[in-house]
C-alpha cells in the first residue's frame, strides 16, 4: 500500500513537472510565433500608411498652399498624380529635424538653421503637428511614427580654401548607392559685392560631374576673403532622369551680425530679424523673391524686389526686424536676403529662403521619437517633390505595449 | 513503479509530440517579418526616373547610347547599397491583334538577385509619338445632335449653391461639345422662347436635341410664357407646357440636380417684392411639387389637370453609380465620386401613373426602403412603341451639383464611340521590367 502511494506520488510529482517543461516549451514558440505576427501585421500597417500618406492630397486637398488646417492628411502634390509630394505641404509639417527656434514670444519649426546658408523657419501655428497628424490618419495612441523626406541625390557644395585669389566651389553628388558619374549640373549665382552691395548680380551655367561625381568650378571674377563678397549658389544636378538639387550661400557673420528670416505664415510674410554683434550698428539688406520654373529657369512673375532700398534693421536701435510680404508662387521659388554693414570695413553676406521644400533640396524629419519602442517597421518610397527626387522612409512602431520575448 | 513507467511513457509521447510539432512550425526568416516592399520600391523607382520623360526617351535609344549609362548610374545611385536591379526592356509588337514582346535591351548590376526579388513592368510610350481619341459625334449618322444648354442672364439659379449656372454650362459645354455636332448655349429666355416656338436659333437641328437646364431646380421662363394659361397653378401649367414641346421635339430635358422644375425663373419679369423662392433668391416663382408632374404629364401626352401636391421623391442617402455609369466613367475618361448623396430620388410608384414612360437608363442604381423602389438619378423615356417621344434626365441629387454626373448620363444614353489613335502603334511603346533583389542577410 505504501509503495503503490509512493509510486503515484513520484509518478504524479514527475508528470507535473514534465507538463511545466513542456509548456513552457511550447509557450516560447507560440509567443514567438505571435511575436512574428505582430510584427508582420506592423510592418503591412507601415506600408498602407506610407502609401496612405503619399497617395493622398489630404482634406482640403490645398492645404499646404492655402494655409488650412487640414481635415485629412495627406502630401501628394493635389496638381499630380501618383508619388510626387507637394513641397509646400511638406513645409508645413512640424519639424523634428533640430532644436526649434524662437524670437519675440513665438517658436518657430526649424527645418533648416542657416545649414549652408539657408534658412526655413515657420512659425509653429502655421504648422502641422505629429499629434494633428497621428488623429487624421487614425493612428493616434495605437502607432508612432516619423517620415524623414530626403533627398536621393546629395549635392553637397564647398568653397576651395586652397583658392587664395578667386572663388573655387568644389561640388560632390552622391546617390544613395554611388557617386552620380557624369552628371550634368546647372547653376545659378546671384552674388553681391561690398562695394556695390545694392546691385545683385546674377549668373547661370553648366558643367558636369566626373566619373567620382565631383566638379570644380572657378570663378575667376570673385574674391569672398574678409567677406568682400557673398553669393547664393543653387545647383540641380541630373544623370538617367535622376534630379538633385543641392545650395551654399555666403551667410557671413558681418561686423553688425547677420540677418535670420523667420517665415511667418503660408500668405508669405516674412520677418527678416538683426542677428547682432554689436548691437549699436545697423545693418542694410536688400531682398528678392524669384519664381523657379519646373525646369530650372528663374521666372520673374510676382517676384518682390526691394532692391532700391536699402533698408536697415537695427537691434540696438528699435528696428530690430523688418516685415517682408511675397506672393507666394505656385511652382515655388526662393528668397535672397542680401546685407551689409554700411562702413570702412564694407562686410557683406547673403542668406537664401526656400519657399517650399525640394527647391534648394532640404529635408523633413516629422514625427515622433522611436528611441524606447520595442520594435520599428521601416519602409521606403521614391518620391517627386517638383521633379526633384526624394525618397520617404517610414518608421512606424505600436504603442501598445508588448513583451519583445516571453 | 508501474505508474512511473507509464509516466515515463507519457513524457515519451509529448516530446515526441513536441518534436513533431516543432519540426512543422518552422518560423519565418527575420527578413521575412519585415520585408521591403520591392514592388512598390520598384514601381516608384520607374516613376521617379520618368518624371520629366527622361525614361521615356532612352529606352528608345539604341543599346550602345551613352544614355543607357546615364540610366545605370541613375538606378544605381537612387536604390538602396542592398539592393540589386536588373531593367529589361521589350517592344511591344502587334501582329494580327496579337501583342508580342521582343527583347530590346537589358541592364543589370549583379549576376543574380540574391535571397528575394520581386518585378514591375511599366509602359512607356516614345515621346515622339502623340496618341488622341477622336469622338464620333451624335447624330452624325442619323438625326438629332443639337445640345442646347440653358445659359439664360436673365434667369437665376438654385440649389446650384458655389456655382453660377454660366460656370456650370461653360463646363457641361467643355465636356460635352466634342461629342454632339452642334453645340448652343441658349444666352437668355428669348431665345429659349424661339427654341420653344420650334424655330432654330442657327442652322441647328431642332428635333431630337438635348437641352440642359443648369439653373438647378429652377427653370427659365421665356416673358411670353408669364402668363396664363402657362401662370396657372403658379406656373405649374408652364411645366406642363415644356413637357409637351420635349415630346413633340423628342427632346431629352436634363435636370442636374435637385426637384426638377420646382421653381420658374425670369429675373426680368418676376421683379416684386415677393418675387422670390422663400429662400431670398429674388426672379423667381415658386412651382413645389406640381411642376415636376405637370411636367409628366405634358412628356406623356396627358391632358393638364391641377396636378399632385405631394411628394414625388423621398431622401434617401448615399447611393452609388450604376455599373453601366461606372463603366461609362472608364470609357469616357470622367471620374465623378461613385458614392453620391440623394434627397431627390423619385419614387417609381409615382412615375407608373403615367402611362409609356420607363426608365431606360439608371446613372444610380435604385433604391429600395421596404416602402418601395426609388431613382436617384435615371433617364426616362415616353415610348410609343418602339418609337421614342421625348426623354428626361433627372438627377435627384442634393446640392451642390457634381456637373460630369450630367455628362455620364447623357453619354452612358447615347454612346457615342471613341476612336483612339492605336497605343500599341510599332516603335512607339516598349515595356520596361525592372527587378529588384535583396542581397545580404539571410
Redesign the interface.
Known sequence: MTGSTIDHLISLTVFIGALLVFISLFNQTLQTAILYQRQRYLATKCNDLLDNIMLNPGIPSDWGESGNVPIGFGLQDPKFTHYALSPFSLMRLLSFAGNRAYYNGTWYSNVSWGVNGGYLFLRESECVSYDLASKLLGTNGTYGFRLTIMPTVNVTIVEDQSAADHLRLNITVIGQNSPLAGASIKYLLYRISASIPNFVNFTTGMASTDALGFASLEFHNMNVSQNKMAYVFIARVSAGGLYGVGYLARNAVTNAGTIVPYVENSNGTILLVHNPVDSNAALHFNASFYVLSSNFQIANGGVLNITSGPWLVNYGDGKPSFVLQIQPPNNGGFLVVSYWKEDGKNECGMVVVPWGIGIIGLSIVFGGDSAGQGWVATDIRQVAVRGIAYQARLALWSLESYEMMG | ????I???L??II??WA?VT??FF?V??SPR??????LR??AL??L??????Y??SE?VFKPPDDP?W?????????????N?VYSLTVYEVLTENETELYELCTSVSNAESLGIASDAVSYLVASSNVSFYAIPEKIGEHGVGGTLYILNCSDARGWWITGYTAHSLAQDLYNLLSPYFTKTIMVQNTTALGKILRGEPLSDEILRDAVVINTFGEAVPIPTEYCKAPYSNDNYARYCHFLGNMTRIYNWTWASIVGYPFYYVTNTGYFTGPNDQNSWGIFGMIMVAQRGMYAFLQGLTNIAYVTPDTSNIHKSVGVVSLSSQALESCDYYGIYPSPNQTSTRAISKSKIQNYPNLNASLHVFDPVSDGEGIYYPGSLYNHRIGARIEGSLLALGLTRTPDIRLTAVGLLSYYKPRLYRSEYTASNATRLVVLQLGVVGGV
Open positions: 513503479m508501474m505508474r512511473t507509464e509516466i515515463v507519457v513524457i509529448v516530446l513536441f510539432a516543432s512550425a518560423l519565418p521575412e517579418v519585415s520585408p521591403l516592399n512598390r520600391l516608384t523607382t516613376e521617379v526616373l520618368n518624371t520629366n527622361s525614361l532612352i544614355a549609362n546615364d540610366l545605370r548610374i541613375a538606378l544605381s545611385a537612387c536604390l538602396p547599397p539592393i
